[in-house]
Structure formats: structure tokens, C-alpha cells
């Protein structure tokens, strides 16, 4: 059975500070793996995803996130942290069956001025 | 472009109450979707359709009916609700029936209280 793990409930950064948002995934198949952020007052919106292309996938707002199948993870970065990025990010890996997703529970971003 | 409208915003109930939450897409999609996010959890899925006049369960489906009124519209009925049902409820619609090809587009979203 397929499953997310996402470290950290809430991760606080420094405006300008790495963001690294951690993602680990079981899977049997080949997975595809996502990831959504949700920001205050709004619904959860795609930011990027992996499906067996490149390993290294680019998303909105200078976000990206890296495959590694050797770890089984999936972590989210960007570079330099604005204020703008707070917000909840959800991980989430496809299930086997009815072509749905399995959700992680979330990390909330904090950023800190 | 409204998106993923959801009604009401906030709901408050006392266990036994009924009540249906209310979903509308207007992007044409031929999909869509009831999850519930509790603390520490992930999202959950409740029911889906994934056409207009279908309907399936999904993980956690007890207690919950769903009416797929027509392609735009996809509501949430709780019958006889209980504290457990406590959640924050999002509906999503997409394009096609696999999200691991299409974008599902959320709604922002319903605060249930059951007390």
C-alpha cells in the first residue's frame, strides 16, 4: 500500500533563508508524487509534480522538488524564502487503484522577517 | 472565474442534525471530489464521481451520502451528524477521472463543528 510521510507539522524560515519541506513516500509501483500548497483563506492549488520524466521537477514560484528513489523521497525547495510563500504544503503519492491520491498531513511554512 | 465554490464557509451542529454541504464547479470538469482533513491527517476521500449520474466511495465514505445533481454540482449530505464528523470538508473537481494526469482544482473549503 502506498503512503506519505511529511516531516515537520510546521517548518519556520528566515525571508531569504533555503526552504526545504520533507517528503518521504512508500510505494510498490512506480509512483507519481506531488505536491499542493494551500494558502490562508484558499483551496489547496498544484504546485508541481513527478511522473517518471526528469527527476529534478520545477513548479510555480521557484519551487522544485527532487525524485530519489534510493531514499524514497520527494522534498520540496526553494532557494530563497519570501513572505508570500507562507502557507500549508501537502505531499501526496497516487494509490494503486482508482487513479486517486494518498495525502501527507501537511507543513505548515512559517516565515519569519 | 469562480473555480470551486463551496457553501457554507463555517457550520456549526449538534450531534443528530442533518445538514448537506454544497459544491459547484464551473471549468467543465467531468470529475469530482469530497475529502475531509482532520489534524496530523492527510486529506481523505469521502466520495467521488467521476462522471455526471456516477458516484463512488472512497476511503472513509461512513455516514456521508453524496448526489451528483448534474456535471456542475456535487453535494455532501450528513444524515445524522455525529462529533467524529468534525473536519474541515473540501470539495475538487477535474478535468479527468485520474489525478495523476489532470489538476484537481479545490474549493476553499468548509469548517464543521459537531458539538
Known amino acids: 500500500a502506498q503512503s506519505v510521510t511529511q516531516l515537520g507539522s510546521h517548518v519556520s524560515v528566515s525571508e531569504g533563508a533555503l526552504v526545504l519541506l520533507r517528503c518521504n513516500y512508500s510505494s510498490s509501483v512506480p509512483p507519481y508524487l506531488f505536491w499542493y500548497v494551500q494558502y490562508p483563506n484558499q483551496g489547496l492549488q498544484l504546485l508541481l509534480k513527478?511522473?517518471?520524466?526528469a527527476t529534478l521537477v520545477k513548479g510555480i514560484n521557484g519551487f522544485e522538488a527532487e525524485f530519489k528513489k534510493s531514499e524514497t523521497s520527494f522534498h520540496l525547495t526553494k532557494p530563497s524564502a519570501h513572505m508570500s510563500d507562507a502557507a500549508e504544503y501537502f505531499c501526496a503519492v497516487s494509490a494503486n487503484s482508482n487513479y486517486q491520491l494518498i495525502w501527507g498531513a501537511g507543513t505548515k511554512l512559517i516565515i519569519k522577517p | 472565474n469562480a473555480g470551486v465554490t463551496q457553501t457554507p464557509k463555517f457550520q456549526v451542529l449538534k450531534t443528530g442534525q442533518s445538514m448537506t454541504l454544497q459544491c459547484a464547479q464551473d471549468?467543465?470538469?467531468?470529475?469530482m471530489y469530497w475529502y475531509r482533513q482532520d489534524p496530523g491527517m492527510g486529506l481523505r476521500l469521502i466520495y467521488y464521481?467521476?462522471?455526471?449520474?456516477?458516484?463512488d466511495k472512497g476511503e472513509v465514505p461512513n455516514g456521508y451520502n453524496v448526489s451528483r445533481l448534474n456535471k456542475r454540482e456535487f453535494s455532501l449530505r450528513l444524515e445524522s451528524a455525529a462529533p467524529s464528523q468534525t473536519s474541515v470538508y473540501f470539495c475538487a473537481s477535474s478535468e479527468f477521472r485520474s489525478l495523476l494526469n489532470t489538476e484537481a482544482f479545490f474549493g476553499q473549503g468548509t469548517r464543521l463543528t459537531v458539538v
Open positions: 471549468m467543465n470538469h467531468n470529475s
Open positions: 464521481s467521476a462522471s455526471e449520474g456516477t458516484t
Open positions: 513527478y511522473t517518471s520524466a
